[in-house]
DNA sequence: GAAAGAATGTTCAATTTTGTACAATCTGGA
DNA sequence: TCCAGATTGTACAAAATTGAACATTCTTTC
């Protein structure tokens, strides 16, 4: 729901051919999920990979005290646990229901059958983990090297890009702001900034982007660095 | 040479057989840089994987007033520039030799030819692409996190881990401190805070982790949250 | 359509981080 | 060996960020 990780990216079995797409959903089975339940624990070393069939989930570490902090948020189409197989690294993080939600289990054995069935598959899993990392590193360097404006800005404009044409985003401010790793006050006072600047517009659990030009306009004289 | 997304990882290279790895190193054209020469520019668009051969290669970005802020290197059997061949994505940061180096530049024509033959190229790609997005993940989190003693601990531990035992890193603490997102001054006194806790030892464009048990208990009593 | 629950906009003091400065220390080359 | 340049250690004022608080606005549900 947050991070531009997962956002906006195409996902995984958008990149399959249809009969690929197929053999993948039937690879593996499809469990249920009740919102909020638990799908998988930080630490577990049992590998496989999952894809959201519908609803959506939520990455994160649950802190000692209970609080859920999210990292990110994958929806339809999307995988994960994907590096337990071909990066033999264990989970991170926790993964939970957001919504009623199904996920497409698929053991490691069969997924390995299929990736070496079909060479698409492992070429949408390099191309979406390829954009993810690009986007992280993009991301980190505006964490790093902008103000918060600037940043805020940076960080909606690349959504937007990705997004396709779409100016609207239904994201709450404190989600938007721990994608951002700031405290709500400060994305506010920066959401304020660019308001007044004409560049956005703000709502109830949304942010819209009017003149997507005057953003990439703008995002271009503050945001780069050459 | 400070970011933990380069350094440590297990190369594509070493990924690869013997044989597939000799018909990877004759696909291309070697080209030799000189220290600090450019190699490929923010924004070029020229589809292409380049591989390490020797010497390493700084990845950053100019900034308007001519330094160079840096994010990650890369050494010996690394790539860089695969998205723009698997993602489709413009490069956005500069890459400089840093000492005289050799680059083995591969057209996308090149590339393809042998990814499509040879299964493991993908495999390989694949892994390390999904190994530093985790990195990059985990990197994120401290970022956010946690403050900037218990960061600088954690960064340092996570290099120790994956350097295999190395307990000496030579970094200067500008680098450092960049790669952790923070300023010099704020670097130094996590580091004077963590030298008197006993967990780091700093030196002249080094530091030291003279006793790495003790500093995983530090950071997992300190920098986890379940 | 009223009430309860959520999310936003804003303020302000407390805290953290930065930028700047400068002395001290280290390294490598003359 | 000595010197120039680079790096570290540290102090302090300036700036940015946070956390807490609270009024306001919006949504949803009864």
Redesign the interface.
Known sequence: MLDP?ARNTPSFMDLLSDPVRGQVASAGSVIRYQDGQLIHN?GDQKPGVSIVVSGAVQVG????DGTF?M?SNLGPGQTFG??TL??N?PR??DITAAGETEINQITAGAFERLY?EQ?EI??A???T??????R??????A???LPMRERTAKVLFTMLQTAGGDQTFEYRQSELA?AL?VSRTSLSTALKQLRELGLVETGYGQIRVPEPDRMQRWVAEHCS??
């Open positions: 990780l930080r570490i649950f802190g000692a902090i990292t994907e590096f071909f990066a690294l991170t993080h070496a060479p492992s070429r899993l390099l191309t983990s390829l954009v993810r990392t690009h992280l590193l993009e991301m980190m360097d964490m790093r090297r721990f790793g660095e050459t």
